[in-house]
């Protein structure tokens, strides 16, 4: 079963190179979220998407774009990299209803900005 | 601003020993979860918690949810090396919204 899958897993950008950090899930989840983790922080929320063509913004969405054509996919754009956007980015989904449910993780995309 | 403050940040012990994570909102939530975290891979759940005063017991790890649904904690029984990992509390909120905690790094010495 692939679950979550991100690509690529490790990424070096220079400061103002633009990208996208991909995401699939094949378990026809309709909440799909990115997330960013750095040390001492968790995991805070970019964007999130509660169905293919709803997204909407979290804790800290500046410098990030996010679209959802389709239920599968979910992919997050950096439009001008910058050094403050290094850090480990996981992509999730999970069914519609939250409570009882649970997040499925991507293996997470190590990114560096130089 | 949703906060989840997790305590402590860090925690080395020997295996055999027990020990207790905390997680701290001003906030209430529909449910609680936690989540296991190791190197190179992405969170996984281990439990939910969704009752104020609810424990859960998963093996020798329990789960308990505060009484007002602003906290939680997880209770490691005989800690080993295989429990080695980031352990993640997350509050849900609202519909569809996971708040994170801070996280606490646990290392279990052999």
């Known amino acids: 079963n692939a679950g979550v899958t991100q690509t690529p897993k490790f990424q070096v950008l220079k400061t103002g190179q633009s990208m996208t950090l991909q995401c699939a899930q094949d378990?026809?989840?309709?909440?799909m979220s990115w997330y960013r983790q750095d040390p001492g922080m968790g995991l805070r929320l970019i964007h999130y998407?509660?169905?293919?063509?709803?997204?909407d913004q979290g804790e800290v969405p500046n410098g990030y774009n996010v679209s959802r054509s389709t239920t599968e996919d979910f992919p997050l754009r950096l439009l001008s990299a910058a050094p403050s956007q290094t850090s480990v980015y996981f992509c999730?989904?999970?069914?519609?209803?939250?409570?009882?449910?649970?997040?499925?993780f991507g293996q997470g995309t190590r990114l560096t900005v130089v | 601003t949703q906060l989840l403050e997790q305590s402590p940040q860090f925690l080395s012990i020997q295996e055999g020993e027990n020990l207790t994570v905390y997680c701290n909102s001003s906030?209430?939530?529909?449910?609680l979860q936690w989540y296991r975290q190791e190197p190179g891979e992405g969170p996984v759940l281990l439990v939910t918690?969704?009752?104020?005063?609810e424990v859960k017991k998963l093996k020798r790890l329990t789960f308990q949810f505060g009484d007002a649904r602003k906290d939680s904690s997880l209770h490691i029984t005989a800690a080993q090396p295989g429990d080695t990992g980031l352990y993640l509390c997350?509050?849900?909120?609202?519909?569809?919204?996971?708040?994170f905690g801070t996280g606490t790094r646990l290392k279990v010495l052999a």
């Open positions: 998407s509660v169905g293919a063509g709803i997204t």
């Open positions: 997350a509050g849900v909120s609202g519909t569809y919204k996971y708040i």
């Open positions: 906030s209430v939530f529909s449910s």
């Open positions: 378990m026809n989840h309709e909440y």
């Open positions: 918690v969704v009752t104020g005063g």
């Open positions: 999730a989904s999970s069914p519609r209803q939250v409570i009882n449910t649970e997040a499925f």
